[in-house]
């Protein structure tokens, strides 16, 4: 089977994976998946779940959005935010997500769409730690 090669960069760290097989993203209009030989593009990432196939295995990240560059056979993502299913702490999530709930429910002084988006991002990081 193809493969092409995966540099995920984030403003704190970088990572290259190369011989990758899949990857599967949440694009503002939806999920789409890259194989070897996808054409050109350059796509806006939401908030959600990156599935990376690689020598028969899956691992699975959360994000919180950002930028694919498909070219040639390489593709980069630049994200936000980027951490591997078992590497999320699941309690400090659930602690996430409590305040992200009692922000939205005091309304005082609080700015609702960026709560809104704190919760949504602890939500989606709690169901990927569960994979």
């Known amino acids: 089977m193809k493969t092409f ?8 760290r970088s990572l290259k994976k190369d011989d990758v ?17 996808h054409r050109d593009a350059l796509i806006a990432l939401n908030l959600g779940e990156i599935k990376i196939s690689q ?12 930028f694919a560059e498909i070219s040639g056979n390489k593709v980069e993502l630049l994200v936000e935010t980027i951490e591997e299913a078992k590497e999320i702490d699941k309690q400090r999530a659930e602690a996430s997500l409590k305040r992200a709930k009692d922000r939205l429910k005091s309304k005082e002084g ?22």
């Open 5 to 12: 090669s995966l540099e995920i960069v984030t403003p704190t």
């Open 21 to 37: 097989t899949y990857l599967r993203c949440p694009g503002m209009d939806g999920l789409f998946g890259v194989l070897s030989g």
């Open 55 to 66: 020598d028969n295995n899956d691992l699975i990240y959360a994000t919180s959005g950002g």
């Open 110 to 131: 609080v700015d609702p769409k960026r709560a809104e988006l704190a919760l949504a991002r602890a939500i989606n990081r709690l169901s990927i730690s569960k994979k």
